[in-house]
């Protein structure tokens, strides 16, 4: 099976940041590139840092593979943020691997759409909670699910409401959306998907993949250094 993990991170000039993007002088995401790079040759997986400018916003990084078309080289495709260290002894993240569905880990945010109506744009994520977009694997079963919803990016972008909001706006909405309308999913563990924004922080170097959201990128910075990070 041939394989892919691949990154984005894209630096948008300052006066065009919002709070889903923090100041990078000291680019935060060339350690998770390090990273995320030996984990890939770790497990024989090929490796992609994307960093060109985004057609329509460089929260969608995730889907180049899919509006591009070089989704269809690999069998499986593995998308990591740019915020995301691997442990040293972290296990090979495609053993999550679904042939059939899209595997990602979904936070416990159930009481967020509680008395929610069923068949409300929200009614979905009542019992499950919505995926954290930080580590997702789409296997080729979804590929041309995938680019179809993507086609127009700009359309999805544009036509965002407080559907997305609620659900992590940008990719996150979207990964969403299209596992809500397939239906179907394979649940990752949080240990592929550590949010120091929801667990404990001391108990990050007991996880595969630790995920650095926002506020913690110093963190990531520091961490690199310890001898439990994979380098």
């Not at 407080?162 to 596992?179: P, R």
Request: glycine letters at 4%; one cysteine or more; a negative charge.
């Amino acid at each position: 099976m041939k394989t892919l993990i691949y990154q984005y991170y894209y630096s948008l000039p300052q006066n065009k940041r919002t709070h889903h993007i923090m100041e990078d002088k000291n680019q935060y995401q060339q350690f998770s590139r390090k990273s995320i790079s030996k984990y890939a040759e770790k497990y024989g997986h090929d490796y992609k840092f994307l960093d060109q400018e985004h057609p329509v916003s460089p929260f969608y990084g995730i889907f180049l593979p899919f509006t591009e078309g070089w989704c269809h080289d690999y069998d499986a495709i593995c998308w990591m943020d740019a915020d995301i260290l691997a442990t040293h002894d972290s296990a090979d993240v495609f053993t999550m691997h679904d042939p059939e569905r899209i595997s990602a880990y979904f936070m416990e945010t159930q009481n967020r759409w509680k008395g929610m109506a069923d068949d409300s744009p929200w009614g979905w994520f009542k019992d499950k909670g919505h995926i954290n977009s930080g580590v997702v694997i789409f296997p080729k079963a979804v590929y041309e699910f995938v680019a179809e919803y993507v086609s127009d990016l700009k359309h999805l972008h544009d036509t965002r409401s407080e559907l997305e909001t609620s659900i992590g706006n940008f990719d996150q909405a979207i990964v969403n959306k299209i596992v809500r309308d397939l239906d179907s999913y394979n649940e990752m563990f949080k240990e592929w998907n550590y949010h120091l924004g929801r667990y404990p922080h001391d108990k990050r170097f007991e996880a595969n993949l630790i995920h650095y959201w926002r506020k913690h990128k110093q963190m990531l910075i520091k961490d690199f250094e310890d001898e439990r990070i994979l380098k």
